[in-house]
């Protein structure tokens, strides 16, 4: 039988007690992986671990000649504890050859001594293309199911017990045929089941045929078809779904979603929904509190670049990247645009900062895609990393890992140190193969994986390898991470608020997974505190508005809060 590490502590008043095996739990340890040498570098950030661990995915779609529009967009990875041992799994999706064959998506069990192994015949089995996916109890019952978004109709497991999951979609709601992109889950309306929102990207029409600047074909954009409205799904508790995206208002704008990200931007207590769309204005829908949403990106400031540009917008994370208590919104963009960072402001409004903080410049000459906030070397601030590749024909760069024709669409990836201030520098080198090939890079996410404290890095590639990459980056302080945990739920509370106080400074963290781009990180917070000695107190803000303060006892380790238990 597998665990996980045997030093919970589990918060329920102002005490501390301990727990065996309780979602990730960590010891207090600080040992971590001997760094491969990086001749980059003297001091390396991320080290491949990918053979070491025993990933072995790679996408099965590969160039067929047809262009069709996504085999170049990719599919996504999800951490979850599948099996509910306290170690965090992979969920790596997967395309066919072509839409209409099976190409199974892969289920990675971590192990408790560190790495993973395929988990065979779980119920996972899927026919179609998958494109995005979330991971969340939607029955509340203790165990985490799992929602795919693909090209066709989408599809919804439940999870039996154990990891044993079971194709649900069938009688559950939702139907359609359509290419859907990232998903999220969240509780619109409070009624303590999860609900579903589906980014919809456009009508893919096979027919068309588009070229690129020199006449050779490329890719279509999406300006080349039909838009569509994103979805949204509320959950009955019953094990079905209702389609509300008419009712709620979802329904009422067609665009062109990839990225998604669910967070209580205006502090009212409910979560609002911001999608990262190609080419087409971002929206960001507001939660009305009477299951309806209102579209406000335009008046709030994230809808256009500060120049009043429309920008192909693909992947988002969202996170406090000053340290004023505010959240803030990253986007990435396509090549010759600039990626995007809005910093957040007490009345809920935005600015377009993407020049002053540095993250626009180094992101000019290259495509990107999967982004995520991390605090790489425990400092106490969020740095970025980012994949990269491109859409249209690029140029063959150094360290290529794709045959021809595909070969010219590899750019490499990217890490973004921040100063504390919000302003980002790009690191030049310890980034081992995570910079130095040249892979078409899509999905990325965040988990502790080897349980030592940071968080590591998970990227998938179109036509390529997924890949794993330890964060070995030396350590400027110390960490905490936290679980939200609702009893009455038996789950992670989604969309919880984390405030830690410590060392006169207040970290804030969002509870249910980061976001990136049709992918889902760990929904465990993570905290880097830098040089502090000991966590004041940390505050959880739960959905729907109540404030609870909790006493946590120690640092370097892993606390879980449960709802009702603070002050």
């Not at 892969?106 to 001594?113: S, T």
């Not at 179609?128 to 693909?150: E, H, P, R, Y």
């Not at 409004?349 to 790489?376: E, H, K, M, Y």
Request: aromatic share 6%; charged share 25%; glycine share 14%.
């Amino acid at each position: 039988m597998r665990r996980g590490w045997a030093g919970t502590s589990v918060i329920r008043g102002t005490t501390a007690l301990v727990a065996g095996a309780l979602l990730v739990a960590c010891d207090g340890r600080t040992s971590r992986s001997e760094p491969e040498t990086d001749p980059g570098s003297a001091t390396p950030l991320l080290v491949e671990r990918t053979d070491d661990w025993g990933l072995d995915a790679r996408q099965s779609a590969g160039f067929t000649g047809e262009y069709r529009l996504p085999e170049i967009m990719g599919s996504g990875v999800v951490v979850l504890d599948a099996d509910g041992d306290g170690v965090e799994d992979l969920l790596v999706l997967d395309q066919g050859p072509r839409r209409d064959s099976a190409a199974p998506d892969r289920l990675y069990l971590g192990r408790a001594d560190q790495g993973f192994e395929l988990a065979a015949d779980r119920g996972l089995a899927h026919p179609g293309w998958s494109m995005g996916a979330a991971a969340g109890d939607l029955d509340n019952d203790g165990d985490i199911d799992v929602v795919l978004g693909c090209w066709g109709p989408d599809a919804v497991f439940r999870n039996e017990g154990g990891g044993a999951f079971r194709d649900v979609t069938e009688g559950s709601g939702f139907d359609g045929d359509h290419l859907t992109t990232s998903v999220a889950l969240l509780d619109f309306d409070g009624d303590g089941f999860l609900d579903v929102f589906l980014a919809r990207y456009v009508i893919p029409d096979p027919d068309r045929v588009c070229g690129g600047a020199a006449g050779k074909r490329e890719y279509c954009g999406p300006k080349s078809y039909d838009p569509i409205p994103d979805a949204l799904y509320r959950n009955r508790g019953d094990g079905t779904f209702e389609d509300v995206s008419v009712s709620s208002g979802i329904a009422g704008e067609a665009s062109s979603g990839l990225g998604v990200a669910v967070a209580d931007f205006d502090r009212d207590g409910r979560p609002d929904i911001y999608v990262a769309n190609d080419q087409r204005a971002n929206h960001l829908w507001m939660n009305q509190g009477d299951g309806t949403f209102r579209e406000e990106a335009l008046q709030r400031g994230v809808a256009l670049s500060g120049r009043g540009n429309v920008e192909a917008s693909m992947g988002v994370d969202v996170g406090d990247v000053d340290g004023d208590g505010h959240l803030d919104v990253f986007l990435t963009h396509l090549m010759g645009e600039t990626n995007t960072l809005y910093l957040g402001s007490d009345r809920g409004l935005f600015r377009d900062a993407s020049s002053r903080s540095g993250v626009g410049g180094p992101s000019r000459d290259l495509t990107a895609f999967g982004a995520a906030l991390l605090d790489l070397e425990l400092d106490g601030d969020l740095d970025l990393v980012i994949a990269d590749g491109a859409v249209s024909s690029d140029r063959q760069r150094p360290g290529t890992t794709n045959e021809p024709p595909l070969d010219v669409y590899g750019q490499p990836n990217q890490v973004l140190r921040n100063d504390g201030t919000g302003v980002f520098e790009e690191a030049a080198a310890g980034l081992g193969t995570f910079a130095s090939i040249a892979e078409i890079s899509r999905g990325l996410a965040l988990a502790d994986l080897d349980r030592d404290g940071d968080l590591d890095v998970v990227v998938t590639n179109v036509a390529g390898r997924a890949r794993v990459y330890e964060n070995v980056a030396p350590r400027a302080g110390r960490w905490l991470s936290v679980t939200a945990f609702d009893p009455a739920l038996r789950r992670i509370a989604v969309g919880a608020r984390i405030e830690v106080r410590a060392g006169g400074r207040t970290f804030v963290r969002l509870a249910g997974g980061g976001w990136s781009y049709l992918s889902g990180s760990s929904p465990i917070a993570h905290f880097g505190l830098g040089e502090v000695t000991e966590v004041d107190d940390v505050l959880v803000i739960w959905p729907g508005g109540e404030r609870e303060r909790f006493r946590v006892e120690g640092i370097d380790t892993h606390v879980r809060l449960e709802r009702g238990a603070g002050e």
